[in-house]
């Protein structure tokens, strides 16, 4: 379940706020609230919020220097900010760390649901490119960018692979198909990719390993299989390599925060 944090020294804005969104929510959120930006920063240490309510002007740490700690964290929380003062210095600094929405008080309750509803989808948006950015590898997407200038064997080279996955793929072999000389293929491969073929080989088959994780339920070992690995214990090293995780917990990651509400 999505956690929605409230900040505010207000006791009665505080709970105005928590009341409506709980209302609102049904039971589909979490809804917390802090009465200080310190105390929100102890609660923060130990959960996650996916959307923080924040008053801009509190005690010892107010709003912006609230989200500015909020904006290190490794996956920020979208923000609304809500404030009884109007300067534009307050809105325009709150901009900087991806403010959705400035909300004045007293605080219109039908406003307020809007712009929870608005900060939420973009939380949902900032997941799914999250989730794209884990899926695929930076190195084979310039490979397929670049795919029109490169010379014809090497677009053949990379065709056969993709074609190829289950099965075993060694540089000589792959020469051999384009009649060309082992040691002139490596080097023409890496000058024009700017990977070496056994590199591309390798990230191929971890990304269509990826793909199979996230969009099947077979098991590690077949995927290991699919993709051209005769052990799963292999593919399993090959795999953490490449990502610092295992399959299995790649998998998770990944189907686990997009079957989140």
Same mark, same amino acid.
């Given at each position: 379940m999505k956690t929605i944090l409230i900040v505010d020294d207000e006791p009665r804005t505080r709970e105005g706020v928590r009341k409506t969104l709980e209302a609102w929510s049904s039971g589909r959120y979490r809804i917390v609230t802090a009465s200080s930006g310190v105390e929100a920063l102890q609660w923060l240490q130990e959960q996650d919020a996916h959307l923080v309510v924040t008053d801009i002007r509190m005690p010892e740490i107010g709003g912006l220097e609230l989200m500015e700690r909020l904006h290190e964290l490794p996956h920020p929380p979208v923000?609304?900010? %809500?404030?009884?003062y109007s300067e534009f210095d307050y809105a325009r600094k709150a901009l900087q760390y991806g403010v959705v929405d400035y909300l004045l008080k007293p605080l219109d309750k039908r406003k307020l649901v809007a712009a929870v509803e608005a900060a939420l989808e973009r939380g949902k948006k900032i997941d799914r490119i999250e989730r794209m950015e884990k899926l695929v590898d930076p190195k084979l997407l310039?490979?397929?960018?670049?795919?029109?200038?490169?010379? %014809?064997?090497v677009q053949e080279a990379l065709r056969y692979v993709d074609q190829r996955l289950q099965e075993t793929i060694s540089l000589k072999e792959m020469a051999e198909v384009l009649h060309l000389n082992s040691s002139y293929f490596s080097v023409l491969f890496k000058d024009q990719t700017g990977i070496t073929f056994s590199e591309y080989v390798t990230r191929r088959r971890v990304q269509r390993a990826k793909e199979l994780l996230v969009g099947t339920s077979l098991p590690v070992a077949d995927i290991a299989e699919k993709v051209g690995y005769q052990t799963a214990k292999y593919f399993v090293k090959v795999f953490r390599d490449q990502e610092n995780i295992s399959p299995s917990q790649y998998r998770h990651s990944v189907v686990d925060s997009e079957n989140e509400i």
């Open positions: 923000i609304i900010v %809500i404030s009884g310039e490979a397929a960018q670049q795919d029109k200038v490169y010379c %014809i064997q």
